[in-house]
């Protein structure tokens, strides 16, 4: 067996077998303040490190076996988002029991209520369905009881699906498939904002870039390429521009597109903005100049807005008038807390060097890869466009994700550009200043000898970079059964109408019955608003409870306790605090406590 092809597959099954004995050796049941980063065992991260070295070792077979860095890089995928779906025995993100609570809705009712008023802002999710109809359809084909027994795979499924995705978009402006690999690389490492958990928004993002992939492979204007149809005027790494179209195979595609389109609206409500604005930033091209399809996009987008859709669409246009401009406001995350403990304090700043690393390396590419960038600018266009959402509105303390997720795959294929160097080390000198004929670079042998020791510097610093930007909260993320178990039992013995009280809704079946019950998650404010309602939680929540006789619970888990305390919504004690307060208050009694769980139920003072 020759030495290339034995060093190719070997560190795939060395980090497998490292991977496999690690697995079982994570305590995820006792986290602590770092999260899951001090229950990895060192096996792990040598898996990752090894897993690393075997993919930049396969590069160099891209150009005839591309299909090793590929199965690389879905080794990477597994190696990090698997292990929490294979060890969970309950539900990844608290959050994501909302969305398998509004399958089940739509599995009892067997209808929509768009305009109807839920407690917890769920109606939106019957303006917008087409995810949970879908998962509907696959409950029933599956045979099972709830997507809780598959939504902790959704992260690793939507990661799987999305490499396709990403390859045909890097293809469309990169021959070099070292360049192309390297780019799928990154955006995995660097996807660490998480929304592509069980959620409208992954698979509304898959959407949206199947939509980008077609127009910039296929609406392509004739004669609109210029001089990039010579090689000569190509980066050695660079695709020759698509083949143009016609106008009348341009509308052809149009018709084509408009049920995916349709699709994305009756998905999610940001995803069809962000489309319409990347379509926006392509029609600033002579080579994508296509505005029949930014106006078709736009008007499907409009018909559901102003059909479905149109309760939150007015509320939307009304918080305009507060949040337009605002950048400080719209670019917060959450609730404007500052993180607390190691681990989410780690986490935070962990995503702020990711961020700012990929950055350099898009503008380092950017500044020396003058003829790439000349080719593949409608990919960096459409990475730029959802920047000027800041403007708008903050998206529920979400927007700063939200961009960053929509912006990281051109991002990703510009930084994969500044690691991998042209075929041949060709590369564009950089001029300082234009009248100085004098060229500032570095000789192609000592810039590969340099792109040797970069790539596997960065790629295995990205990999590390990763972990505490992904799993820094995962105390947070993960609730023990026993919890889970009281929560269901207390939420299905409450009579209809019955107001639900916590602290947060982050924890598993928050929201379940949301259509039968009320709630309110009254610690979801302000830091400081939170530290004057401590002083009298009682006194705070009695002006909200029912008047007329309904019952009303509050729940008080260790999950919120964890969440409260990490995202700062809480000083420290707080909620130790605000539940021995709740407890000694002559309005409540507590009704069920174990390890994990209080429960207590309002008990009105007689007149």
Request: net charge positive; hydrophobic share 50%; aromatic share 10%.
């Amino acid at each position: 067996m020759r030495p290339q092809i034995l060093f190719t597959w070997l560190p795939l099954a060395v980090a497998t077998a490292l991977w496999l004995y690690a697995l079982p050796h994570i305590d995820y049941r006792h986290m602590g303040d770092w999260g899951l980063l001090d229950k990895l065992p060192a096996a792990f991260f040598l898996s990752l490190a090894v897993l690393t070295a075997g993919f930049v070792v396969s590069l160099r077979r891209a150009g005839t076996a591309p299909w090793w860095p590929g199965l690389y890089s879905v080794a990477l995928l597994f190696a990090l988002k698997a292990p929490t779906a294979i060890l969970y025995d309950s539900v990844r993100y608290p959050w994501a029991s909302k969305h398998d609570a509004v399958v089940t809705h739509l599995l009892v009712n067997q209808e929509l209520h768009p305009n109807t008023p839920l407690s917890g802002n769920m109606a939106a999710y019957d303006q917008w369905p087409g995810f949970f109809t879908l998962n509907s359809a696959l409950v029933r084909a599956f045979g099972v009881q709830s997507t809780q027994s598959y939504l902790n795979w959704a992260a690793l499924f939507y990661g799987v699906i999305l490499i396709p995705v990403l390859v045909l978009i890097y293809r469309t402006f990169a021959e070099d498939w070292r360049l192309v690999w390297t780019g799928v690389w990154i955006f995995e490492v660097a996807n660490w904002v998480g929304q592509d958990y069980f959620s409208p928004q992954g698979l509304a993002l898959i959407l949206h870039l199947c939509v980008l992939a077609v127009v910039l492979r296929h609406f392509v204007r004739p004669g609109a390429a210029g001089d990039l149809r010579s090689r000569a005027n190509l980066d050695p790494a660079a695709a020759s521009v698509p083949p143009p179209t016609t106008a009348r195979q341009r509308a052809v595609c149009v018709l084509i597109l408009a049920p995916l389109i349709a699709a994305i609206n009756f998905t999610h409500q940001l995803t069809p903005v962000m489309l319409c604005v990347c379509l926006f930033a392509l029609n600033l091209t002579r080579r994508y100049r296509n505005p029949g399809l930014l106006v078709v996009t736009g008007v499907i987008m409009l018909i559901w807005d102003l059909t479905m859709g149109r309760k939150l669409f007015v509320e939307t246009l009304d918080s305009l008038k507060e949040s337009a401009g605002n950048l400080l406001n719209n670019s917060r995350a959450g609730y404007a807390g500052e993180l607390t403990g190691p681990g989410p304090v780690l986490q935070g700043r962990a995503d702020v060097v990711m961020v700012l690393v990929v950055a350099a390396l898009v503008a380092y590419a950017v500044l020396t890869r003058r003829r790439l960038l000349k080719s593949a600018l409608p990919l960096l266009l459409i990475s730029i466009a959802p920047v000027p959402m800041f403007a708008i509105n903050d998206y529920g303390g979400e927007m700063l994700f939200r961009v960053y997720l929509f912006g990281l795959p051109g991002a990703a294929f510009f930084a994969a550009a500044a690691l991998v160097p042209a075929p041949g080390g060709a590369r564009e000198p950089i001029r300082l200043l234009a009248r100085i004929p004098v060229r500032i670079g570095v000789r192609p042998v000592v810039r590969r000898r340099i792109a040797a020791v970069a790539l596997p510097a960065v790629l295995l610093a990205l990999v590390a970079g990763f972990l505490p930007a992904y799993y820094g909260k995962e105390r947070m993320y993960y609730t023990p059964p026993a919890e889970t178990a009281l929560v269901t039992r207390v939420i299905d013995e409450a009579p209809r109408g019955s107001l639900i009280l916590a602290a947060t809704g982050s924890f598993p079946m928050a929201l379940h019955r949301y259509d039968q019950l009320e709630h309110w998650f009254f610690v979801e404010q302000t830091l400081p608003e939170n530290i004057r309602m401590l002083k009298d939680p009682a006194g705070f929540l009695a002006p909200q409870l029912p008047k007329d006789g309904r019952p009303a619970f509050v729940l008080l888990t260790r999950t919120q306790e964890i969440y409260t305390a990490g995202e700062g919504l809480l000083p420290p004690g707080g909620f130790q605090e605000l539940e021995a307060k709740l407890a000694a208050s002559p309005l409540f009694r507590v009704i069920d406590r174990n390890a994990y769980a209080t429960v207590l139920a309002y008990q009105p003072t007689p007149r």
